[in-house]
């Protein structure tokens, strides 16, 4: 299954996973194979995760990579404030 597809399968499912802020398509910078990625805010050991929050390493043969990214806000806005413009 190309990476894409499986993306589109699995995103709602992934989205609803501890940590997971965003879903998305890459490529491996060594290979150069298509991969999943799935942004989190922070990565958490394995044994700190319940096993139903696990980011699967492959989905449907795919590659998967998990990238923390942060906690992602709106610009221009700071915790508890509403976005400019609001």
């Known amino acids: 299954m190309d ?7 699995h995103e709602s499912r992934l989205m609803k996973l501890a940590n997971v802020t965003g879903v998305g398509l890459g490529r491996d910078e060594h290979t150069g194979t298509d991969v999943i990625i799935v942004f989190v805010t922070r990565k958490v050991p ?14 449907d043969g795919v590659p998967v990579r998990v990238l923390a990214i942060g906690d992602v806000r709106a610009r221009g806005t700071t915790p508890g404030e509403p976005p400019e413009g609001r």
Do not use: F, I, N
């Open 3 to 9: 990476a894409r597809r499986a993306r589109t399968l």
């Open 46 to 59: 394995p044994d700190r995760l319940p096993a139903d929050d696990m980011v699967p390493e492959e989905l």
